[in-house]
């Protein structure tokens, strides 16, 4: 039998060095969870290896798995392009991580270890923002997810871009009549958007995602998705990418 296509996580860039620890704990955790499998990590920016430089150095087949929570530029042509200008082999894109139920899964623990109780306290799912209506729509979706999943009304903001903000979102809920509300951190890893949700007036605010194992089987479940015939979609019109 051939050796499994390598898995290469594509991560956003953070000049936040614990952003990249993050990025790489989640990382150590998808090589345990699936031993033999490569896993190489590369970046869109601001941190090494970039995209073309870490496929430059793996030998064969791979599977392009976007650490992004949306669809968005980056999923949907940067990513791409990418991939068709610089891969040396047979490369498959695999979707953005969210939405996914397993993505609310991990929300959900990470308000439950913010001190939230369970019940009907409402929650605000904080995202970095976008102008995509495909990000957009995606973090609704993952706001409908994250409301399942808690049996709690969940509403969207923003830290950039288009509002909501944050601090907007959480203020509605207390203009509403609710003292009591919880900040869902719709992110990854601690960076930029992540220290701007640390003033919201919210009573508990979760911590960015990080290496949890809802997330390392989130990871594993794209890159098997896309691998092996799933919804990945490839980089180009024809199923792989084929270097000259």
Do not use: I, K
């Amino acid at each position: 039998m051939s050796a499994a296509p390598a898995l290469l996580a594509v991560a956003h860039g953070t000049r936040d060095a614990a952003g990249v620890r993050t990025v790489r704990a989640l990382l150590d955790e998808v090589r345990r969870a699936r031993p033999g499998l490569r896993v190489e990590v590369a970046w869109l920016g601001l941190v090494e290896p970039s995209v073309p430089r870490a496929l430059a150095a793996l030998p064969g087949p791979a599977v392009a798995v976007p650490l992004l929570l949306a669809r968005g530029y980056h999923v949907r042509s940067d990513l791409p392009a990418l991939l068709a200008d610089a891969a040396p082999g047979h490369v498959r894109v695999a979707p953005a991580l969210g939405p996914s139920p397993l993505l609310a899964r991990a929300l959900a623990a990470r308000l439950s270890e913010a001190g939230r109780p369970a019940g009907r306290a409402p929650v605000v799912l904080a995202a970095a923002g976008s102008s995509d209506p495909r990000a957009r729509a995606d973090t609704a979706e993952s706001a409908r997810l994250l409301a399942t999943c808690l049996g709690a009304p969940v509403t969207v903001a923003f830290a950039a871009g288009e509002g909501p903000s944050p601090a907007e979102a959480v203020a509605a809920w207390h203009a509403a009549g609710h003292p009591d509300v919880a900040l869902a951190t719709h992110l990854l890893a601690p960076g930029h958007f992540a220290h701007r949700l640390t003033a919201t007036g919210a009573r508990w605010t979760a911590a960015p995602l990080g290496a949890q194992r809802w997330v390392t089987e989130l990871v594993l479940r794209r890159y098997d998705e896309a691998g092996c015939g799933g919804r990945g979609r490839p980089a180009r019109r024809a199923a792989l990418l084929r270097a000259p």
